[in-house]
């Protein structure tokens, strides 16, 4: 079965850190575009940062240079480092996939892991 | 950044009824749009993309058209299992952004 599974999430204080993980079965993580999306309490869906299969990434401007995506190959994992952690912050993060071909969309997305920035 | 601007963003309608939402693109993404139902609690589902193709599973009442700077989706006879938030996002170019979603609910 193809799918994602988020973990790592959970509550943190402010200035904190957390990193998710995304793990693939189904699917090779390093032959797609791998994204992270968030959603925060009762808002809509906001994009946060893709890596390309050829191992580029791109960051939402809310969390360049707080957070880094990469990916393990052997794995079959893409991670999600988040430093310097701010209230806003705090949603669900997803992991989702956008094929290379069709459909030209995020086609797979994981249940979703809970971040919560508070003192 | 491309924003992307949903109308309604609140739908109350019945069963039955024929819906239709739109999504407008601040510039012109060709037809890099896809179109996701998400239910309280889950992950977005993808419903469409490339503006006009259902995706494989997706119900044939559901319906996509557009392209440039307007699109629609619509449902032509809405079931129970549709009462959620839809939301449109655009694949045109990163940053990849979304609408603010309509909320469908039950009259």
Redesign the interface.
């Known amino acids: 079965e193809v799918q994602v599974v988020e973990s790592g999430g959970g509550l943190v204080q402010p200035g904190g850190s957390l990193r998710l993980s995304c793990a693939a079965s189904g699917f090779t993580v390093s032959t797609t575009y791998m994204n992270w999306v968030r959603q925060a309490p009762g808002k809509g869906l906001e994009w946060v940062s893709v890596i390309y299969s050829g191992g580029g990434t791109y960051y939402a401007d809310s969390v360049k240079g707080r957070f880094t995506i990469s990916r393990d190959n052997s794995k079959n994992t893409m991670y999600l480092q988040m430093n310097s952690l701010r209230a806003e912050d705090t949603a669900v993060y997803y992991c989702a996939r956008r094929s290379t071909g069709d459909p030209d969309a995020f086609d797979i997305w994981g249940q979703g892991t809970v971040v919560s920035v508070s003192s | 950044d491309i924003q992307l601007t949903q109308s309604p963003s609140f739908l109350s309608a019945s069963v039955g009824d024929r819906v239709t939402i739109t999504c407008r693109a601040s510039q012109g993404i060709s037809s890099?749009l896809?179109w996701?139902q998400?239910k309280p609690g889950?992950?977005?589902?993808?419903l469409m993309?490339?503006a006009s193709?259902l995706?494989s599973g997706v119900p044939s009442r559901f319906s996509g058209s557009g392209s440039g700077t307007e699109f629609t989706l619509t449902i032509s006879s809405l079931q129970p299992e549709d009462f959620a938030t839809y939301?449109c996002?655009q694949?045109n170019s990163?940053?990849?952004?979304?609408?603010?979603?309509t909320r469908l609910e039950i009259k």
């Open positions: 890099h896809a996701y998400q889950k992950a977005p589902k993808l993309y490339a193709t995706q939301s996002q694949l990163y940053p990849i952004t979304f609408g603010q979603g």
